[in-house]
């Protein structure tokens, strides 16, 4: 089976998952759903992007809904290393807005954009190539 690893904590061995209480008075119930977790426990899941198997840690369930502020309706679906290209993806499209949106680029922006836009062309998140030289 392979197993995703996280980078803070050590997969459990099968039958020995963690177990860490919760605070219901910190956490969001949807109108749907009144229930609070009383408990997290590790929980081995598939990841709905890459197929593996990961695991949703105790800590990481109760920073999710404890300290984030998820709705306890929110699930975890992707693996640490599927939601950390995500957010690298979704920075560099935001880099990519900001440094398009400017009237007189400075050579250094104009290097920034370029840069960026050829990342996003090489990971298959934006497909039209003239978009690379709009900053001169």
């Not at 369930?61 to 690298?88: M, P, S």
Request: glycine letters at 6%; proline letters at 5%; one cysteine or more.
């Amino acid at each position: 089976m392979d197993l995703v690893k996280h980078p803070r904590f050590p997969n459990p061995n099968p039958g020995e998952e963690e177990t860490i209480k919760g605070d219901p008075s910190q956490q969001n119930a949807t109108d749907a759903v009144y229930a609070y977790f009383d408990s997290y426990t590790d929980k081995l899941l598939t990841c709905q992007k890459c197929g593996r198997k990961f695991y949703f840690f105790a800590k990481e369930q109760k920073y999710w809904y404890e300290v984030l502020g998820f709705w306890n309706d929110a699930r975890c679906i992707h693996c640490v290393e599927c939601r950390t290209k995500t957010h690298k993806v979704k920075k560099l499209q935001k880099e990519y807005e900001l440094l398009q949106k400017l009237d007189n680029p400075l050579p250094d922006e104009v290097r920034k954009f370029r840069i960026t836009a050829k990342t996003l062309i090489k990971i298959g998140c934006m497909k039209d190539r003239s978009k690379v030289g709009k900053l001169g």
